[in-house]
């Protein structure tokens, strides 16, 4: 089954840790994918531009809606991902659990619905 793992924290307090330690972060998430992969449980990973370069679509009555960030008032912002592909929740939990952005922030652990019919992809 497969689960995205959505890592959120505070873009003004992650800007705020030394960036020796910001790019420690990023090695050990890295290393966890390399190791996820070795498990043939990785399937994609990546953080996200800051919030302010995002776009937001909406249509409503047949008219798009365009808004460029921010968007919300929050503490917590969407800030990567990691999409695996396990046997169980508690599984996706013990992965979630390793990402380095859950030390700053949150991980949120969502099952994917798995239908038939669209592309498939190949990892490279």
């Known amino acids: 089954m497969k ?3 959505l890592v959120h924290h505070s873009e003004n307090e992650f800007t ?3 960036e020796a330690e910001r790019k420690a ?3 050990e998430s890295i290393q966890l994918c390399h190791h996820l992969h070795d498990k043939r449980q990785y399937v994609h990973a990546s953080p996200l ?3 302010a370069t995002g776009t937001v679509v909406r249509v409503r009555d047949g008219k798009p809606m365009v808004t460029d960030g921010p968007f919300m008032e ?3 912002q ?3 991902y990691f999409l695996v592909e396990v046997n169980d929740r508690a599984e996706a939990i013990r992965i979630a659990e390793r990402i380095p952005g859950a030390r700053i ?3 949120e652990v ?3 619905i798995e239908i038939t019919g669209l592309p498939n992809t190949r990892e490279s």
Request: net charge positive.
């Open 3 to 5: 689960y995205l793992l």
């Open 16 to 18: 705020k840790i030394p």
């Open 25 to 27: 972060m990023l090695s």
């Open 49 to 51: 531009q800051p919030e």
């Open 74 to 76: 929050t503490k917590e």
């Open 78 to 80: 969407l800030a990567g």
């Open 105 to 107: 922030g949150t991980v």
């Open 110 to 112: 969502r099952p994917l």
